[in-house]
């Protein structure tokens, strides 16, 4: 967010893969990663003296002076009260009530929309076959209740649109639309959107997480447009 607000960069597409790094983040621990710098980059005993001499200093006297101070603190806080018990098991109810929330709406909009799914026809079909060109293999399927057109499913993605929405496009209009959505199946999207949900219910406490998946999200549609 800092780097997308200090450089404010035009292009949507650079936007979204910071947003994207910023979500990715969250996902691989900060210890594996220092881990992992300090192996390839700063093995030598040469680049450790230098570069993690004053930083190991500095830790040092932290912890002592916590150690020091803090040891009522921390008596109360993961002691006899509790708290880190009580903690974790709001994280994790936090966890299983926002799986079960995005679950639950991708089966009922299944469900919702299984039983009248046709494929598209031929004036939709030759419009996407315009669209795709060739360069990714893209299905689609009219629903008479639902979105008005959105990219749906991981392995094999599909173009949903309503029926009703599609006949009130013009010709232009309707190839815009969809290539718009074939723009979404080029760049992976729909993984990336999976990928940003995960994080979001790993992470449902932290205030970021939420600012950063609905940058991207926002940055998403831009760059597709």
Same mark, same amino acid.
């Given at each position: +967010?800092?780097?997308?607000?200090?450089?404010?960069?035009?292009?949507?597409?650079?936007?979204?893969?910071?947003?994207?790094?910023?979500?990715?983040?969250?996902?691989?621990?900060?210890?594996?990663?220092?881990?992992?710098?300090?192996?390839?980059?700063?093995?030598?005993?040469?680049?450790?003296?230098?570069?993690?001499?004053?930083?190991?200093?500095?830790?040092?006297?932290?912890?002592?002076?916590?150690?020091?101070?803090?040891?009522?603190?921390?008596?109360?806080?993961?002691?006899?009260?509790?708290?880190?018990?009580?903690?974790?098991?709001?994280?994790?109810?936090?966890?299983?009530?926002?799986?079960?929330?995005?679950?639950?709406?991708?089966?009922?909009?299944?469900?919702?929309?299984?039983?009248?799914?046709?494929?598209?026809?031929?004036?939709?079909?030759?419009?996407?076959?315009?669209?795709?060109?060739?360069?990714?293999?893209?299905?689609?399927?009219?629903?008479?209740?639902?979105?008005?057109?959105?990219?749906?499913?991981?392995?094999?993605?599909?173009?949903?649109?309503?029926?009703?929405?599609?006949?009130?496009?013009?010709?232009?209009?309707?190839?815009?639309?969809?290539?718009?959505?074939?723009?979404?199946?080029?760049?992976?999207?729909?993984?990336?959107?999976? +990928?940003?949900?995960?994080?979001?219910?790993?992470?449902?406490?932290?205030?970021?997480?939420?600012?950063?998946?609905?940058?991207?999200?926002?940055?998403?549609?831009?760059?597709?447009?």
């Amino acid at each position: +967010v800092l780097a997308a607000g200090v450089l404010r960069l035009g292009s949507s597409n650079v936007l979204c893969w910071i947003y994207r790094i910023g979500l990715l983040k969250f996902a691989i621990p900060s210890v594996w990663l220092f881990g992992v710098v300090q192996e390839r980059f700063l093995s030598s005993a040469a680049n450790e003296s230098i570069v993690f001499g004053p930083l190991q200093g500095a830790a040092s006297r932290a912890a002592t002076a916590i150690a020091q101070a803090g040891e009522p603190l921390g008596q109360v806080w993961w002691g006899s009260s509790g708290v880190l018990a009580a903690l974790v098991a709001l994280a994790a109810l936090g966890l299983a009530w926002h799986v079960g929330c995005r679950l639950a709406r991708g089966f009922r909009f299944h469900w919702k929309t299984r039983r009248d799914r046709r494929p598209f026809a031929s004036r939709e079909a030759q419009a996407l076959r315009e669209c795709s060109q060739g360069i990714v293999d893209v299905k689609g399927d009219l629903v008479v209740a639902g979105p008005g057109i959105g990219l749906y499913g991981i392995f094999r993605p599909r173009i949903m649109a309503r029926r009703a929405f599609l006949d009130s496009l013009s010709d232009n209009e309707l190839a815009t639309a969809l290539q718009h959505e074939v723009a979404h199946r080029i760049r992976r999207d729909n993984i990336w959107c999976v +990928v940003a949900e995960a994080i979001v219910c790993l992470y449902w406490f932290h205030p970021l997480v939420w600012a950063l998946r609905k940058r991207m999200l926002f940055e998403m549609e831009k760059a597709c447009d």
